[in-house]
């Protein structure tokens, strides 16, 4: 392996053991031991950044692998529910909830989701380790949070999941969410200010019924079916498929989310393909009105193995490689670079209008795997690497120049690991 990649690699382990939160907390005195995404920005636990190092730290030891999804999992309700953010220290809430637009449903955690990237997570782990009573363990909240999201966030029943607000995709500040967010993007340092008004609205609209939430997303003020979303969640969808088989205690269910899979790639290609675009578009509110901002959802759904193989092949060769929209010289951009709200140097000061995330190159890498394209994720994965070289391990980044962005020693950019293991034939 070139030094470079050596270095990299390097700093990706020093970086999840740097991370590592463990203590006591003042909930229920509940044991925590995970990795954070930042001590000093993001000190709790997330739902899918968890996931996401949990498949990273299958490289350092896949015993802290399972470690960190135990520690998920203390989170889920008995309902299904699991929520996006764990706050285990409490010494920590005062700052954190002054900066964050959140809502707990609970001192300890929120009362929105994450992306389901967890049954991703544990079937690579179970991949890597054999162990099917690791399996067993942790199956059943995940298989009752697969059956939360139908039965709380598929209002229509069209297969698709609703999110609330747009942090739920983890995709917070998306430009695509601006129409239905009444945020701009002419004056950058009105943007910010601007989401947090919105969100409040949100809240404020959601309140009376928390204690409900089955109503919320029928109250149409941000129902919103997401791309990504869908994809992760029929990519999740399959994985569970394959982990309740491996539990081995219910054999039908393992044809009924196979088939839910299905349904929900069906859903995609049917409901969000735009044929003469060339991708898929999200879907805003009851009336389902395509979102037409260019961002990386709009080319997720190749995460998903089954899907219709000439819509992967326009997604990769007409859009993915294009270099006026997102193969620029550290791809993939959030948004594509021909949108007039692409914001690659943060003059807006807040994520997800532009800059380059590991975990978008990391699905994306595999999706092209998954495709056929190994040539076009060997040369991502080589990319990804050259830019974590010379950005270090942050955040976020500038797709024209590679400068890191946003917080240091930041958790998912470690899944470069998983990148590097997989081009040496090693993962
Ligand atoms: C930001 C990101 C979100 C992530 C969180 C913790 O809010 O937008 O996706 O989960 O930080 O890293």
Same mark, same amino acid.
């Given at each position: ?21 463990? $203590? ?10 995970? &990795? ?21 730290? %299958? ?17 889920? =309700?008995?309902?299904?529910? %699991? ?24 001192? !300890? ?12 997570? &544990? ?98 003020? !941000? ?8 994809? %992760? ?23 009924? !989310? ?7 790639? =069906? ?105 056929? =394209? ?18 270090? %391990? ?7 120049? $590679? ?7 930041? $958790? ?16």
């Amino acid at each position: 392996m070139p030094a470079e990649w050596e270095r990299v690699a390097a700093d990706a382990r020093r970086v999840l053991a740097g991370n590592r939160q463990r $203590g006591v907390s003042a909930w229920e005195g509940k044991r925590y031991d995970f &990795v954070c995404p930042s001590p000093t920005r993001y000190p709790f636990q997330w739902f899918w950044d968890s996931a996401f190092h949990a498949i990273a730290l %299958i490289h350092v030891d896949p015993e802290l692998a399972k470690q960190e999804i135990r520690c998920l999992m203390q989170g889920a =309700r008995p309902d299904g529910f %699991i929520p996006h953010m764990l706050l285990w220290e409490k010494s920590a809430h005062d700052a954190a909830l002054r900066e964050y637009s959140i809502t707990l449903a609970h001192t !300890f955690y929120t009362a929105t989701i994450q992306p389901p990237v967890v049954a991703r997570a &544990v079937l690579r782990i179970h991949e890597a380790t054999g162990d099917d009573g690791f399996v067993r363990e942790v199956l059943p909240p995940i298989r009752r949070f697969f059956r939360w999201l139908k039965a709380y966030r598929d209002p229509d029943d069209d297969a698709l999941v609703a999110i609330i607000q747009p942090d739920e995709s983890g995709l917070d500040a998306s430009p695509k969410y601006d129409s239905l967010m009444q945020v701009g993007y002419e004056r950058p340092e009105e943007t910010l200010p601007q989401l947090r008004r919105s969100m409040q609205r949100l809240f404020d609209a959601y309140a009376p019924f928390r204690a409900d939430s089955a109503r919320i997303p029928a109250l149409d003020v !941000f129902t919103w079916e997401d791309v990504m979303v869908n994809a %992760i969640y029929a990519d999740g969808l399959r994985c569970l498929s394959k982990l309740v088989a491996v539990a081995g205690d219910a054999p039908r269910e393992a044809f009924e !989310f196979e088939a839910r899979a299905a349904r929900v790639r =069906r859903a995609l290609e049917e409901k969000c393909w735009d044929d003469r675009a060339g991708v898929f578009w999200d879907l805003a509110g009851w009336d389902e009105v395509p979102a037409k901002t260019l961002t990386f959802s709009s080319l997720f759904p190749m995460i998903i193995e089954d899907l219709d193989p000439s819509k992967a092949k326009r997604l990769i060769d007409e859009h993915l490689l294009n270099e006026r929209e997102f193969w620029l010289p550290h791809p993939i951009p959030s948004v594509a670079a021909t949108e007039p709200s692409f914001d690659p140097g943060w003059r807006t000061n807040t994520t997800w209008r532009g800059p380059t995330w590991v975990n978008v190159n990391w699905y994306l890498y595999h999706g092209l795997r998954a495709h056929g =394209r190994g040539d076009v994720a060997r040369d991502l994965a080589e990319r990804t690497v050259r830019m974590l070289a010379k950005g270090g %391990i942050r955040e976020f980044y500038d797709p024209r120049t $590679g400068e890191g962005q946003g917080a240091r020693d930041f $958790g998912w950019t470690t899944l470069v690991l998983d990148m590097i293991a997989s081009e040496r034939g090693t993962a």
